[in-house]
Structure formats: structure tokens, C-alpha cells
């Protein structure tokens, strides 16, 4: 995180301590915390009538989106593959500014070139592209992130359903294949 750079849709790093246990690393503060529960909360009536961030329209959607789509493209531009972009990983702040965070997947394209490694955390299939669901079979590029940015938009406008409902993971590769 420390080595990508400073953009508006790009969670801040301020600082880390390393010297010591636990390792912690402070970031900016988002007021409304990760997407997916933002979303969930703003179905609640009462949250909207207490905080009028939780109404959100279509308009307000299509805007958060495109903050997402302006922090992955700086993103790739920077040679930077997120692995793992949902709604968890959004996070929302004042005026629903909307930032990209957890990039414990990350990978640095331009130091790796496409990623083709088979030995990588465990990540829910439903969100991931289909070349990540088939550990190293076939390289791992930016338009790995463009499929999981669909499946984000997917839970944007349903306000926060998984994606794929009606498919098990365990089916989704084949079901997708098909």
C-alpha cells in the first residue's frame, strides 16, 4: 500500500509501525466504513431518516461507481492488480467518497509481468474472475480486476446480494465455462 501512490479513490496509508507486535498500519478514516455494510444499512428506514447518506438513489450508485472505476484505472495505469475488488474492500466516507482498500492480494504487474501463480490466499469465488478460479492455468492480468468490478456493480445496485445468488461456487467455474 505504501508504494502506490496518493490518488482520491485510493485508500491513505499515514503510517505503519513495524519494530514491534502487532504491526499496525493507520489509514485515512472513512465515516461510513466498508461498501457491502454501508449498502445493507441503507435499506434500514431508520438509518436513512437519521442520516440522509443512507437514501441512496441510482445517481448516488452510478457516482460511488465511477469513483471505483477512477481508483482501479490509476491503479492499472500504476501496473497494480487489486485481486480482490468487492464491495468489502470499497470504503465509503463523507459526501459517499468512495475509496479502494485491502489490497492484500495486490500484485505488482510491472515488477511480476501477469501473475501465474497457483499458491495465492483463499479469496470467495463468486467475486473472482474466472482465470483466478483456475489457479495458474491462465495468467492473471487487469482484466482480472474489470470482471470483479461487474460483480461489484452487481452488489452495488442490488445494495449489497452476493453475486451469482442462484449458483454454488463449487458449480460457478463450470456454470461459467457453459
Known amino acids: 500500500m505504501l508504494n502506490v501512490g496518493d490518488h482520491p479513490n485510493?485508500?491513505?496509508?499515514?503510517?505503519?509501525?513495524?519494530?514491534?507486535?502487532?504491526?499496525?498500519?493507520?489509514?485515512?478514516f472513512l465515516k461510513y466504513g466498508d461498501l457491502l455494510h454501508f449498502l445493507w444499512d441503507s435499506r434500514e428506514v431508520?438509518?436513512?431518516?437519521?442520516?440522509?447518506?443512507?437514501?441512496?438513489?441510482?445517481?448516488s450508485l452510478l457516482q460511488m461507481a465511477h469513483q471505483v472505476a477512477?481508483?482501479?484505472?490509476?491503479?492499472?495505469k500504476s501496473r497494480i492488480i487489486h485481486g480482490d475488488l468487492a464491495a468489502r474492500n470499497i470504503?465509503?466516507?463523507?459526501?459517499?467518497?468512495?475509496?479502494?482498500s485491502d489490497f492484500g492480494l495486490?500484485?505488482?504487474?510491472?515488477?511480476?509481468g501477469a501473475i501465474h501463480g497457483k499458491s495465492e490466499r483463499c479469496v470467495p469465488f463468486k467475486w473472482i474472475s474466472p482465470?483466478?478460479?483456475?489457479?495458474?492455468?491462465?495468467?492473471?492480468?487487469?482484466?482480472?480486476?474489470?470482471?470483479?468490478?461487474?460483480?461489484?456493480m452487481y452488489e452495488?445496485?442490488?445494495l449489497g446480494c452476493m453475486p451469482h445468488p442462484d449458483i454454488e461456487s463449487d458449480k460457478l467455474l463450470n456454470k461459467l465455462k457453459d
Do not use: Q
Open 46 to 59: 431508520t438509518k436513512c431518516d437519521k442520516d440522509p447518506a443512507y437514501h441512496v438513489t441510482e445517481k
Open 156 to 158: 452495488m445496485i442490488t
Open 106 to 112: 495486490a500484485n505488482d504487474v510491472y515488477r511480476y
Open 10 to 28: 485510493v485508500l491513505k496509508v499515514i503510517g505503519c509501525c513495524t519494530t514491534m507486535k502487532p504491526i499496525m498500519l493507520v489509514t485515512e
Open 70 to 76: 477512477t481508483g482501479m484505472d490509476y491503479l492499472t
Open 91 to 100: 470504503l465509503v466516507g463523507e459526501e459517499l467518497t468512495c475509496k479502494i
Open 131 to 152: 482465470e483466478r478460479m483456475m489457479a495458474g492455468k491462465l495468467p492473471i492480468t487487469s482484466k482480472s480486476d474489470v470482471w470483479s468490478f461487474g460483480n461489484l
